[in-house]
C-alpha cells in the first residue's frame, strides 16, 4: 500500500528531512501589518524578529484553511492509495479540525492529532513515515500513531518572556518577577497543552545545560531508535555548542537532528527559545 505522509509546517522538519522521507508540506499563514505570508515560504522567523526588533506589532498565525486543504488533498490523493497527515495539537490551533473536515471529502485521506508541536510533532511525522513502510491500511496506521503521540517527550526552555507578554500568553507582572529574578521557565508539552514544569535560574547557558542533563541523565526508558532533536528559534553560539555538547556527552541517540523552529513557534516564543525533543519507549 502505497501511504503518503504530509504535515503542516508547524512540524518544524528541516528541508533534508522532508527531502529524505518524501514529506509533503502544507504551511500555515503568517500575519504581519495585515499582510499574509507563509510560514518558511515567503516568510522567515529571521524576519519576524527583524520586525519585532524595530517596533513592529507581534505577528500572528492562523491556520490552514479547508478550502487550502482540499486543494492539498485533491492531488496527493489521486496519486496515492492513501494519505495520512499529520497536524499541530488541536489544543493549539483549528488547523486539525480544518484538516479532518477536509479529509472527509476523500475516502483515503485521514488526519491525526500529534497531540504537540515543533519537532515533537516532527517525531509523530518521522515515526508515520516508518510505519507506513509496512502499514496495511490507513486505519491501523492512524491508530498506532495516535498510541504513540503519548511517548513523545517535548519542552522547551524561554530566556526572554517579551513574546509571551506580547501574545497574552504571560502577564507583565510574572515577566518582571522572572526578570528580576533571572528566572527562564521550562515549559512542557503535555496531553496536547502547554504548561511551566520548572523555573531554572542564572545565566541562560548554564540553564540549558542543566536542563539538557536533568532530561536526559539516569534515563532507561527512552526510545533511542528514534532521533533526539534540538530545535531553538535563535540563541547564541555559546548557548547552541552548550546544549549540543551535553546531548553528546550523553550518548544515548543513534540520530540528533539540529533544527530551526520555523515561523509558528518563532511568532509565539521569539528568540532565545531552545527545546530537546524525543521518544519515551
Same mark, same amino acid.
Given at each position: 500500500?502505497?501511504?503518503?505522509?504530509?504535515?503542516?509546517?508547524?512540524?518544524?522538519?528541516?528541508?533534508?528531512?522532508?527531502?529524505?522521507?518524501?514529506?509533503?508540506?502544507?504551511?500555515?499563514?503568517?500575519?504581519?501589518?495585515?499582510?499574509?505570508?507563509?510560514?518558511?515560504?515567503?516568510?522567515?522567523?529571521?524576519?519576524?524578529?527583524?520586525?519585532?526588533?524595530?517596533?513592529?506589532?507581534?505577528?500572528?498565525?492562523?491556520?490552514?484553511?479547508?478550502?487550502?486543504?482540499?486543494?492539498?488533498?485533491?492531488?496527493?490523493?489521486?496519486?496515492?492509495?492513501?494519505?495520512?497527515?499529520?497536524?499541530?495539537?488541536?489544543?493549539?490551533?483549528?488547523?486539525?479540525?480544518?484538516?479532518?473536515?477536509?479529509?472527509?471529502?476523500?475516502?483515503?485521506?485521514?488526519?491525526?492529532?500529534?497531540?504537540?508541536?515543533?519537532?515533537?510533532?516532527?517525531?509523530v511525522v518521522l515515526k508515520a513515515c516508518r510505519?507506513? +513502510?509496512?502499514? &496495511?491500511?490507513? %486505519?491501523? $496506521?492512524?491508530?498506532?500513531?495516535?498510541? @504513540?503521540?503519548?511517548?513523545?517527550?517535548? =519542552?522547551?526552555?524561554?530566556?526572554?518572556?517579551?513574546?509571551?507578554?506580547?501574545?497574552?500568553?504571560?502577564?507583565?507582572?510574572?515577566?518582571?518577577?522572572?526578570?528580576?529574578?533571572?528566572?527562564?521557565?521550562?515549559?512542557?508539552?503535555?496531553?496536547?497543552?502547554?504548561?511551566?514544569?520548572?523555573?531554572?535560574?542564572?545565566?541562560?547557558?548554564?540553564?540549558?545545560?542543566?536542563?539538557?542533563? +536533568?532530561?536526559? &541523565?539516569?534515563? %532507561?526508558? $527512552?526510545?533511542?531508535?528514534?532521533?533526539? @532533536?534540538?530545535?531553538?528559534?535563535?540563541? =547564541?553560539?555559546?548557548?547552541?555548542?552548550?546544549?549540543?555538547?551535553?546531548?553528546?556527552?550523553?550518548?544515548?541517540?543513534?540520530?540528533?537532528?539540529?533544527?530551526?523552529?520555523?515561523?509558528?513557534?518563532?511568532?509565539?516564543?521569539g528568540p532565545g527559545t531552545l527545546g530537546i525533543?524525543?521518544?519515551?519507549?
Amino acid at each position: 500500500m502505497r501511504i503518503k505522509i504530509t504535515s503542516d509546517s508547524t512540524c518544524d522538519l528541516s528541508p533534508a528531512i522532508v527531502d529524505q522521507y518524501n514529506i509533503s508540506i502544507v504551511p500555515l499563514t503568517v500575519i504581519k501589518d495585515g499582510r499574509e505570508f507563509k510560514d518558511n515560504v515567503t516568510i522567515t522567523p529571521a524576519e519576524i524578529f527583524a520586525h519585532v526588533a524595530g517596533g513592529g506589532a507581534l505577528c500572528s498565525t492562523t491556520a490552514v484553511s479547508i478550502g487550502e486543504y482540499q486543494e492539498f488533498f485533491a492531488p496527493l490523493a489521486a496519486e496515492y492509495d492513501g494519505v495520512l497527515h499529520i497536524n499541530i495539537s488541536a489544543e493549539f490551533s483549528s488547523t486539525h479540525q480544518n484538516a479532518c473536515l477536509a479529509a472527509s471529502e476523500f475516502d483515503n485521506v485521514v488526519a491525526v492529532d500529534s497531540r504537540n508541536l515543533s519537532t515533537g510533532q516532527g517525531l509523530v511525522v518521522l515515526k508515520a513515515c516508518r510505519l507506513a +513502510e509496512t502499514a &496495511e491500511s490507513l %486505519e491501523l $496506521l492512524k491508530a498506532d500513531l495516535e498510541a @504513540f503521540t503519548d511517548k513523545v517527550e517535548a =519542552s522547551f526552555v524561554v530566556d526572554k518572556l517579551e513574546y509571551l507578554v506580547k501574545g497574552g500568553r504571560c502577564s507583565s507582572a510574572a515577566a518582571l518577577g522572572a526578570n528580576l529574578l533571572n528566572l527562564k521557565p521550562c515549559i512542557d508539552v503535555k496531553d496536547g497543552k502547554m504548561g511551566v514544569s520548572k523555573k531554572y535560574r542564572g545565566k541562560y547557558d548554564k540553564c540549558l545545560v542543566s536542563y539538557v542533563k +536533568e532530561r536526559l &541523565e539516569g534515563r %532507561e526508558d $527512552l526510545d533511542t531508535s528514534m532521533p533526539i @532533536f534540538i530545535t531553538q528559534t535563535k540563541v =547564541s553560539d555559546e548557548c547552541y555548542a552548550g546544549v549540543r555538547e551535553a546531548v553528546m556527552a550523553q550518548g544515548l541517540f543513534d540520530t540528533v537532528y539540529e533544527t530551526v523552529a520555523g515561523c509558528t513557534v518563532s511568532c509565539h516564543c521569539g528568540p532565545g527559545t531552545l527545546g530537546i525533543l524525543f521518544v519515551r519507549k
